[in-house]
T-cell receptor, first 115, second 113 residues
Framework: GAGVSQSPSNKVTEKGKDVELRCDPI?????LYWYRQSLGQGLEFLIY????????KSGLPSDRFSAERTGGSVSTLTIQRTQQEDSAVYLC?????????????FGPGTRLTVT | EDQVTQSPEALRLQEGESSSLNCSYT??????LFWYRQDPGKGPEFLFT???AGEEKEKERLKATLTKKESFLHITAPKPEDSATYLC??????????????FGAGTQVVVTP
């Protein structure tokens, strides 16, 4: 079946511009997660959704970052006024149930480059 | 602050040469510890979840074990296709939001023929 998809796969933007990254989770997965992976680093947790709500936004690096999820499906991560330190691979994952300890299925990521 | 530390950072093995990767954590009240495999240019792929000390899980040449403060991923008689970065992740403790996961920096494994 279809896995998690993300778009675009690559995005190059100028410093100060806004960008939107999209994630389509596996159908029926109620939990959705966003992570950031800088070159050679582990994954940095950003935010997760339980259905359409985000119970904890403490992982977002600054108020320039926001995320939403609609219809319990697609999610968008928006970065306003991008900075060079925002350059990274942004990964989305989904899991089958809301609740404790469920394996996550990851998308291929969006590579963001801020020039 | 809770931490997840993986060692070594990199590991080069000959085909058939067994070894172990370590993931140590400082989280109290662990909900779950996860192992993932990540190939270059791809998202992580789930391998195992461990919930309590003493638990072990196996999949092909991989075996994961858990103690109160660390987990090991044992690779037995590795093959070149086992080359990847192996990531461990700890789920937030019971006192925190269930959906928060903290990942280690990973161990890059290269298996040569």
């Amino acid at each position: 079946g279809a896995g998690v998809s993300q778009s675009p796969s690559n995005k190059v933007t100028e410093k100060g511009k806004d960008v939107e990254l999209r994630c389509d989770p596996i159908s029926g997965h109620t939990a959705l997660y966003w992570y950031r992976q800088s070159l050679g680093q582990g994954l940095e947790f950003l935010i997760y959704f339980q259905g359409n709500s985000a119970p904890d936004k403490s992982g977002l690096p600054s108020d320039r970052f926001s995320a939403e999820r609609t219809g319990g499906s697609v999610s968008t991560l928006t970065i306003q006024r991008t900075q060079q330190e925002d350059s990274a691979v942004y990964l989305c994952a989904s899991s089958q149930f809301s609740g404790p300890s469920y394996e996550q299925y990851f998308g291929p990521g969006t590579r963001l480059t801020v020039t | 602050e809770d931490q997840v530390t993986q060692s070594p950072e990199a590991l080069r093995l000959q085909e058939g040469e067994s070894s172990s990767l370590n993931c140590s954590y400082t989280v109290s009240g662990l909900r779950g510890l996860f192992w993932y495999r990540q190939d270059p240019g791809k998202g992580p792929e789930f391998l195992f979840t461990l919930y309590s000390a003493g638990e072990e899980k196996e999949k092909e040449r991989l075996k994961a074990t858990l103690t109160k403060k660390e987990s090991f991923l044992h690779i037995t008689a590795p093959k070149p296709e086992d080359s990847a970065t192996y990531l461990c992740a700890v789920q937030a403790p019971e006192t925190d939001s269930w959906g928060k996961f903290q990942f280690g920096a990973g161990t890059q494994v290269v298996v040569t023929p």
